[in-house]
């Protein structure tokens, strides 16, 4: 008779992708990412103290005001660094918080490195058990996309997420994601990803994009579709930093479906108050849906 399977040998659980996840979160709420921004000025606008607690406490009231409207929620990782470990730690709580309240976190910690410590970065944000670990994380490719392997991997096998840096606003991005003219750096993460998204069923991939709300005509000048990705597009850049909605749906056309927009400021300027919170919000939202 053979022999039973060893649990080391019995078949793991089909989990459902991240990029499911977020399809159904962006069509349930809509299309909006609101950033967790704890940066000093802010914190001292909520009349909090610039440290480990006040940022928790920021922290944990954005995720209290927002969690039934929003589609994701983007904690700023270097925000929390810069407190040590009190911060991370006030960062752990903040995404067990997300994951209480239903609303997906996507950690803003553009990581990218190779081999084992690239390794180490993935076990750190998307392994089950990790005290980091959240529904996503954004990821930097400038090492060559296959660098990021062993973060593609593991957030395919626990249905987590990433977001892979694309086409910046910042002016000092064009020097390296704009060389190449018609074959572009840029062009070439987008294929990537693009590829790497056949591994996913469903409306969305669980491969994004990061492409700024104010990159103004670069798609267009670097003859970039973004259509065929079937990932989401994180659009930093709406509200406080110019971009409004009809800025959206020019710079992205077809691949507007897909966005996934993101305000920070904008939003979290009205705190903290959390009807004033959720106001922003809803007021926001009604601009992304509105044609």
């Not at 649990?7 to 159904?24: I, K």
């Not at 922290?59 to 991370?88: D, N, W």
């Amino acid at each position: 008779m053979p022999e039973s399977a060893s649990p080391q040998q019995e078949q793991q659980p089909v989990r459902e992708s991240f990029g499911s996840r977020l399809a159904a979160a962006m069509a349930a709420r809509g299309p909006l990412c609101v950033g967790i921004d704890p940066h000093p000025q802010l914190l001292a606008d909520w009349g909090l103290t610039d440290d480990a607690a006040g940022l928790e406490r920021f922290s944990l009231t954005v995720v209290e005001a927002v969690a039934s409207l929003a589609a994701a929620v983007k904690p700023q990782v270097a925000l929390y660094e810069r407190h040590g470990s009190a911060g991370m730690a006030a960062l752990e709580r903040t995404l067990a918080a997300c994951a209480e309240a239903g609303v997906l976190s996507i950690a803003d910690a553009k990581r990218g490195d190779i081999g084992s410590t690239m390794a180490a970065y993935a076990d750190a944000w998307l392994r089950d058990g990790s005290s980091l670990a959240a529904d996503s994380v954004t990821l930097s490719p400038y090492l060559g996309f296959e660098s990021l392997r062993p973060a593609l991997d593991l957030a395919a096998q626990y249905g987590r997420g990433v977001f892979v840096l694309a086409l910046t606003s910042n002016p000092e991005g064009k020097s390296v994601q704009h060389v190449g003219g018609g074959d572009s750096v840029a062009r070439r993460m987008v294929a990537a990803a693009a590829a790497e998204n056949q591994r996913y069923q469903g409306v969305l991939g669980s491969v994004g994009l990061v492409v700024g709300a104010t990159i103004g005509s670069a798609l267009e000048d670097l003859d970039i579709n973004l259509a065929p990705v079937r990932g989401a597009i994180l659009a930093p850049g709406l509200g406080a930093q110019g971009a409004t909605p009809a800025d959206l749906r020019a710079t992205f056309g077809h691949a507007y479906p897909s966005v996934l927009a993101t305000s920070s400021r904008g939003i979290l300027a009205a705190g903290p108050s959390l009807a004033s919170l959720r106001a922003a919000t809803a007021e926001t939202l009604d601009g992304l849906r509105s044609e």
